[in-house]
């Protein structure tokens, strides 16, 4: 009996992926993501600052704009599409305490971890040789949290492909690590790693970090365009099998 | 034994119906729904949905907001915390009652 509550329960939360449009939101925005950080590493750059900041205002601009595209997009299609087949649900809204949790969660376990590391690869010497590195743990780290996003999430509306699409972003981010490893990491000169780097970045450092950025954005690409592979195909498959169950808008007549 | 035959005796009727206890289940995850989600996701028939859903409305569980979405007419179904309670309650009994019946089996 539980269980069947549970399940009718679960049935709401998961309406908002019934037809498979939002998957295929987000594989989209995913995909155009994984191209712009791949193109990102072709093209170079004179010095690693203004990589970076380039890099940044891209993607800022080209993450805003396609989200924003493809959530409009995601509320013509239901609104065209789904809503006239099986019905419209609105989303209970969500508390202002659940929001500062969230908030609170994505700073102690994303921002200060990156924070810290960052400081102690400036202050402390030994940790430098960490940074060339980065091009192997961060795609396990994003595959990891995006696997275990998505894990929750296939829990939380009973839907079992969420929890296959956050084995296989896991997988992802460990196979990609695992090439960018194979492939050997740029080695820092050992002047620059005894340099007291909070004063002054020394100019030999400028080569090793550009190539390991280039690295970096190279893997972080290929992942997030493979996990936006998964999604598009994940939603394809949803929303044919929706539109295969409920051909026709529903009429009062039928 | 007896304990678990009084807690039955103590469930909400009106959630207690199986058609009526799907319909508060499914409105108990989102803020509204309407007419056409309920009898997609409920399976029963549109007479039978209406006459369900009047009956939450009677016991004040759930509150019928009609409007239009262009020129189709449009209902949606929310309920009220007084029906978000009863359904937290019987759940919490319901619960009791299985976890003393296999407590005592």
Redesign the interface.
Known sequence: ??QQ?DS??????A?WFVDGFAEMGAGALFLLLGVGVLLRGWIGQEGWLSWFASAAIDFGTLKAVTLLAAVLAVWWLKDRFT?PR????????VPQSAVLSFLRNVLLLVILPVLGLAAAVILLPPMRIVLTSIPAWLPVGIGALWGVFSWLTGTWTGLTRFRVMGALALMTGIAVGAWQMAAGFPALPAEALQADWWTAMPDALSRPLIDTLNRMFAGVGTMTLVCGIILLASGLVTFLSYRKENPEP?REDA | MTETLHGLSDLDRVIHEPARLLLVALLSPVESADFLYLLKESRLTKGNLSVHLSRLEEAGYLTVKKTFRGKIPHTEFRLTPRGRSAFDQYRKQMGAIVAGKKSQG
């Open positions: 009996m539980e509550i009718a329960v679960k049935r709401g939360r309406y809503y099986t019905g419209y649900i609105r989303g209970k809204s529903y």
